[in-house]
């Protein structure tokens, strides 16, 4: 599903903007984060150096958090009193409810093995999530969620360039 939508807005994208800014939008969605604007990012798309779109895909992928971390509990609030955002509001509760079981029972490095392992369901914005809802402090979610895009960087970056760029370089 990542693949598809990331070759999805890379098409949608492309020739308005450039490759440096549709890899800065793919890296602050949701769900398709700096794993995705690593892949768009990639030889197998647009080609950008890993240089240039390694920089560019982290602060995409860290702008959000800060926002997340601090506001996201009083949005869920709110969304719960609205008729129709009430289901979205619980349906992105049980989805934070499912993934703070790792989370909790390893507290920072837990956070930071989510963020930063590229598996479907993690990453930075649900790692947000779910520190935000254990009250996780921000000087010590923020932090981890750091930590793990830097390892997302470094897997990702390997996938992408390395095993990628070797099948389309």
Not at 90 to 113: C, P, S, T
Not at 154 to 168: D, E, Q
């Amino acid at each position: 599903m990542t693949d598809s939508l990331v070759q999805w807005m890379t098409a949608a994208l492309g020739g308005k903007v450039s490759g440096e800014i549709i890899i800065f939008l793919i890296s602050m969605v949701p769900i398709l984060e700096l794993r995705g604007g690593l892949l768009a990012a990639s030889p197998a798309l647009l080609n950008i150096p890993i240089l240039r779109a390694v920089p560019i895909c982290i602060i995409g992928n860290i702008l959000p958090i800060p926002f997340i971390l601090l506001l996201i509990e009083k949005v869920l609030d709110i969304m719960e009193h609205i008729r129709g955002l009430d289901r979205i509001a619980l349906w992105i509760r049980n989805k934070a409810d499912k993934h703070k079981g790792q989370v909790e029972r390893y507290g920072f490095w837990g956070l930071v093995a989510f963020v930063g392992i590229p598996l479907p369901g993690t990453g930075a914005w649900t790692g947000a999530l779910v520190a935000s809802l254990l009250h996780m402090k921000l000087k010590k979610s923020f932090p981890a969620i750091l930590l793990g895009i830097a390892v997302a960087t470094v897997i990702m970056s390997l996938l992408s360039y390395g095993l990628l760029g070797a099948i389309f370089g």
